[in-house]
C-alpha cells in the first residue's frame, strides 16, 4: 500500500507539471462538450484525438484521453436533465428522473447533484484503483461466457422488472430490445441475419441510434403538437445551480452505494457505462422507502447513475492499464494509441512506464476537480437552453440528432433506423412499454447472445456451466430475487390495503 | 497558313486538351486523401493505417493530410462494402490482411478482393498459439495429439470470427499436423479481443491470435506462445524467441499479411503515385523503426507481384475452406 502512495507521489509529480495539467484541462472539457452532443460519445472523442496524441507524447496522450473518457460521463447528462435526450448510452438512467426534476422547475438543483454525484463516483474510484486495481483485474478474468451470460440477464430482468406493476410491459420492451440485437452478422458463425441483403445492416443496428431515436426524434415528434399551444410554459427565470441540505440527505447513500456497483461493472471487460448506470438506478429504486417517487424527479434516481457511470469509466481503465486488454470501446482506442507511440501495454506497463500509468492516475485527482469546478458555471449557462422556445428548440435538436446519427456510421440507412425510431419512440410512449429495458436489450443482446453459445461450446452442450461457480450461483439468485422482490412488495401492499378496507 | 504554323496550332491544340490530365497527375495529391480502417480503433488493420499515413505524412513523401476513419463491421465486410461506391476516386486509401479474401470465400460478403485496387504488400506478421503460463501444453505437437484423440479436448478461441482469420491458421497448422475432421475442431469466436483475457481467466485452453497481440503478457511471464506461424523465426520481435510450428515437425506456415489497396478502378495517376510513395516509404528509417518497435517483419510487394500473391492465396484459402465445409 505504502509502495502505491510512493507511485502515486511520482505521478502527481508528473501530472501537477503546467502542461500536463493543460491537456487535464483540455481533455475534460473536450469530453463534456462530446458527451453533451447525441451520437457522439467518448470513443469517437478520444478516436479524434488520436492523430493528435503524437504531438503530446504519451504521458500527455493518456492524461487527455483520459479526460475525455470520465469528462464524458459529466457531460452526458446534461442533455438529459434538460432535454430528455441522452448524450450517450451511459447517460440514459439520468433522463429517468433527471428531466421530471426540470419539468418541476428544478434543473438547477438537478445539474448540481448530477455535478457532485459524478465528482464523488470520480474521485472513489480513483482511490480504489490506487489501491486495488491489480486485484480487481484478477477478479474479473473469472468472468468467463457463462458469467456474462448470467450478468447481462440478471441486469436485463431486473431493468424490466424495475417497473414494478407494469413488469409484464417491461419484459416486452426487453423482448423487443433483443429482438433488435439480432440484426446483423453473427460473430461466432459468420452469418448474416435479418439484414435483408442490406449490407449496411451486416454491422447491427447501433444502439446510439436507437437512443437518439427513442429520446431526441420521439420527443420531438410527441410534442410538435403543443409547440404552438399558448399553455405550453417556458422556463424564464433561473435561479443559482445548487440543490438544498434535503436534496443533499437523499443523495449521499445512493452515491455510496452506486459508486463500488459502477467500480466493479466498469472492470469487467465489455459490461460498460450504461449497464452500470442502470443497474445503479434500479438498485436505488427497489433500495428506496419511496420507490413510487422514482421517475418523478426523485433526487437519489439521478445521484445514484451519474456516481456509478464515473466510476465505471474509471474501472475500465483497469483492464488495459493491469493487462493491456480494452475493456470498453473507449480503452480499445487508447490502446491503440499507446502502440502507436511505441509502448507496450501490459502487466509491464507500470513498471516499465511508471510516469505514464500513475500520471494518468494523479490526472484523474485533478481531472475530477477542474471538472466540478468548470462544471458549475456552464451549467448556470446551459440551463438557459431551457428558455428557448419550442418552435426553436425542436427544429435544433432534429438537426443534432441527424448530424450525430451521421457522425457514428457515416451511413444514409441510418438515417431510415433512426426515423424508425423515432416513431418506435412514439407507440412506446403511448403503450407505456418502457424504454430502459429495450435500450439495454439492444446493447447487451448480442453480447449476451454469443456468450450464452459460447458458454455451451465450452461445456460440450451441458447446462451446467451455468450453476457451475460460485460467481454463476450468485447471479442466479440475484435475478431471481430482483423479479421476487417488486412482487412480493405487491403483494404485501394488496395484503395491507385489503385488511385495511 | 504553312506547315510550320498548322503543325504548332496542332500541338497547342494537343497540350490544351492534355493540360487538365497533366496537371491532374503533375500536382497530384492536391486535396486530402481519406484513409480507411474497416476495423474499430486500436486493432492491427487500424495501427497499420495510421503508422502508414503519419509515415507518409512526416517524411514528406505526402505533402497533404491523410486523416484516418475507422469503419467497423463484419470482419471488414460492412467497409468493402462502402468501398464499392467509391469507385474511381483518387483519393481512397484502405489497409486489408487475410480475411479480405477469407469472408468473400466463406459467404460474409459478395465482394472479392478484385473489387479493390491491390497497391503494395507491405508487412507481414505472424499466427501465434498461446497458452496461460501454467497450461500443460508446452509444445504445440502435444496440443495435436490430444485433438487427435478427441478434437472438442481442447478448447480453442480466437478474436475473429468462424472461418476468418484466427480460425484458419489454425487449422492450416492442424491439417498439416495430421489432424483428421477439421471441422470438430471446436473453435470459439470472442468479440473486442476478448481473447486474451478468457485465456488468463482459464476460460479456454489455447488462444489463436497474432504474434504482436499478445506481446505484453508474454513479455510479463502471464501466458506462453506455443509456437508462430512464421516460417522460420524473424531476427527480433517476439518472434525471435518463439519456436515456430516448422521446428517442431508440422510443414505449415500462415502469413498474416498486410497491404494497402484503393477504391475499385482508382485512376492511374493515383496509382502510380501511390505505388511510388509506398515504395519509398519502406526505405525511410522512420518505417524502419515503426515495424521494429511493432514487430512487424517487412515484406514489400509492388502491384505486380502483390496481385500474383493474393491470386494464389485465394486459392488456397479457398481449399482450406472447402475442406471445412465453410466455402460458399
Known sequence: MNESLAQLFLGFQVALTPINILWTTLGGVLGTIIGMLPGLGPATGVAVLLPLTFKMGPVGAMITMAGVYYGAMFGGSRASILLNTPGDGAAIASCFDGYPMTQKGRAEAALAISAVASFIGGMIANVAMVFIAVPMARFSLKFGPAEYTLLMLFALVATAAMSKEKMLLGFVGMIFGLMIATIGLDGLTGVNRFTFGVLELMGGVDFLIIIIGIYALGEVFKSFKTVHDPSYKMQTKFGKIRFTREDWKRSWPAILRATPLGFFIGALPGAGGTMAALMAYNNEKSLSRHPEEFGKGAVEGLAAPEAANNASSVGALIPMMTLGIPGSGTTAVMLGALLMLGLQPGPLLFTKQPEVAWGMIASMFIGNFILLFINMPMASVLVRVLSVPAKVLYPLILGLAFIGTYAITNSVVDFFILILFGLIGIFLDKTKIPTSPLILGGIVGSTMETSFRQALMLSDGSPKIFYGSPITIVLIALTLFSVAWPLAGNAIKKARAARAA | ?328
Not at chain 2, 484458419?168 to 486474451?196: R, T
Open chain 2, 1 to 328: 497558313m504553312n506547315r510550320i504554323t498548322r503543325t504548332l496550332a496542332a500541338v497547342a491544340m494537343i497540350a490544351a486538351i492534355a493540360t487538365p490530365a497533366f496537371a491532374q497527375a503533375k500536382g497530384y495529391p492536391s486535396r486530402t486523401i481519406e484513409c480507411y480502417a474497416p476495423s474499430g480503433a486500436g486493432g492491427g488493420w487500424d495501427l497499420t493505417i495510421r503508422t502508414v499515413a503519419k509515415t507518409l505524412t512526416e517524411t514528406g513523401l505526402v505533402k497533404v493530410a491523410m486523416p484516418v476513419e475507422n469503419k467497423a463491421g463484419g470482419g471488414g465486410a460492412v467497409f468493402l462494402t462502402a468501398l464499392q461506391s467509391m469507385k474511381k476516386k483518387d483519393n481512397v486509401l484502405t489497409v486489408y490482411s487475410p480475411p479480405l479474401l477469407l469472408i468473400n470465400l466463406n459467404g460474409t460478403t459478395p465482394f472479392s478482393y478484385k473489387d479493390t485496387t491491390p497497391l503494395a504488400r507491405l508487412i507481414t506478421d505472424f499466427g501465434a498459439f498461446v497458452v496461460r503460463k501454467d497450461s500443460k501444453y508446452t509444445s504445440i505437437t502435444q496440443v495435436m495429439a490430444d485433438i487427435k484423440v478427441n478434437p472438442t479436448s481442447v478448447k480453442i478461441g480466437g478474436n475473429s470470427s468462424a472461418g476468418s482469420m484466427d480460425h484458419i491458421q489454425f487449422l492450416v497448422v492442424a491439417q498439416a499436423a495430421g489432424v483428421k475432421g477439421l471441422k470438430q475442431v471446436q473453435y470459439i469466436a470472442f468479440q473486442d479481443n476478448a481473447g486474451a483475457a478468457q485465456l488468463l481467466g482459464g476460460h479456454i485452453d489455447l488462444l489463436t491470435t497474432g504474434l504482436g497481440d499478445v506481446r505484453g503478457l508474454v513479455e510479463s511471464g502471464d501466458l506462453r506462445v506455443l509456437a508462430s506461424t512464421a516460417p522460420t523465426r524473424p531476427d527480433f520481435g517476439i518472434g525471435k524467441d518463439v519456436p515456430t510450428c516448422r521446428e517442431q515437425g508440422i510443414d505449415a506456415d500462415f502469413l498474416n499479411w498486410r497491404g494497402i489497396f484503393g477504391p475499385p478502378q482508382m485512376p492511374d495517376y493515383a496509382v502510380k503515385f501511390w505505388r511510388d510513395a509506398l515504395g519509398k516509404m519502406v526505405k525511410t528509417p522512420e518505417w524502419q523503426k515503426a515495424c521494429q518497435t511493432n514487430g512487424w517483419v517487412q515484406n514489400y510487394a509492388d502491384q505486380p507481384d502483390f496481385e500474383k500473391f493474393l491470386a494464389a492465396q485465394n486459392t488456397a484459402s479457398k481449399n482450406i475452406l472447402e475442406e471445412l465445409g465453410m466455402a460458399k
